[in-house]
DNA sequence: TAGAACGTTTAGTAATTACTAAACGAAATA
DNA sequence: TATTTCGTTTAGTAATTACTAAACGTTCTA
């Protein structure tokens, strides 16, 4: 028996906002995603307000947040003063957009604060035990170090073109 | 001018509860953590809510899932009834097995509600437009590879003795 | 067997986050 | 100039999440 496209739109969206909920975004935002990828031609933010039953203040702040992330682009038709909204189909493109906005985030400032306690140990200006002062340079650098190898691989998939399933067979392969 | 050790310690636990925050993550399991990793002995759990400013109940709770996604090790000493808590310093253990756990989860469960989308598109069995299911299938077809991709590269990942700075490099440059 | 020393669980509270409803301002239209 | 049509901001509420305090069960010790 058929399923109903209405039916499949629902669902594939409920499970675009679980995944936005996993992954530390409001659960509209998945929302509001998965409707305008849905749609084949841009929306307002009225039609975006009606389809997901947020209220039109949620939806222009959530948008405007998934534009800053590169995932939505904003246009405008000539003589007609509404924004219109449209999904980013290149999910490479996006990705990079996501990680360079989170480098300007909270977690860099927090990095920097490892860094910081680093180069304070390091330099000798620490006044205490001199064994433990040595145990803690040990852990805090090698935490450092991960930090520095995530860091180096963020920057790769940023400068990468298509992060394509072949490319990653490369990858493994070169790296086993 | 000097600074003390115990303050350096502090700003350190400060820098990795931001970072457990950031990632999702209870603030507080960001500060086990760093108390565990700055110490040079296992930790008792009375030790752990000295240092912490936590409670028993939340240390209790918090430090088993630490240990469930392979952050901490529990230990035991032969005649002390009590538990002893390290950190892993393995960085590229944990993140190995930080990730297989992310794997059986509603993460999960939500990917596989895309894929059936896409299969029940495919299968014909959808009543509506023909052109609209067409455009459908695309859509959610190209968000499928997108996932695929990742997780092509999470497995990858996961397979990997160790993720340092020179593979990392070795990645780009192959990649380039 | 009573008591102490553990870790766990539970029930409630505090803090945070996501959202709503409504006021607002700016731009277009009458 | 008054009215409509848009998007944004704000102030408050609902829902979720992180945590506390205390009861509890178990195991060991006296």
Do not use: C
Request: proline share 2%; charged share 25%.
């Amino acid at each position: 028996m058929a399923t109903k496209i209405s039916q499949l739109k629902q669902d594939f969206t409920e499970s675009l906002s679980q995944i936005s909920r996993f992954w530390g975004f409001p659960k509209g935002m998945g929302t509001i995603f998965a409707v305008l990828y849905l749609s084949p031609t841009p929306l307002a933010l009225d039609e975006i307000t009606a389809q997901t039953g947020l209220t039109k203040g949620a939806v222009s702040t959530e948008v405007r947040t998934l534009a800053r992330m590169g995932l939505v682009h904003r246009s405008s038709k000539l003589g007609d003063r509404k924004d219109y909204y449209e999904a980013e189909t290149d999910f490479y493109t996006s990705i990079r957009s996501i990680l360079k906005e989170r480098q300007n985030s909270e977690f860099d400032r927090a990095l920097r604060g490892v860094r910081e306690t680093l180069e304070k140990l390091e330099s000798g200006s620490t006044s205490g035990d001199e064994a433990e002062i040595q145990f803690l340079i040990e852990r805090v650098q090698a935490l450092q170090d991960f930090f520095d190898a995530i860091d180096s691989l963020t920057n790769a998939v940023i400068k990468l073109e298509r992060l394509g399933l072949g490319n990653v067979k490369t990858i493994l392969g070169v790296l086993k």
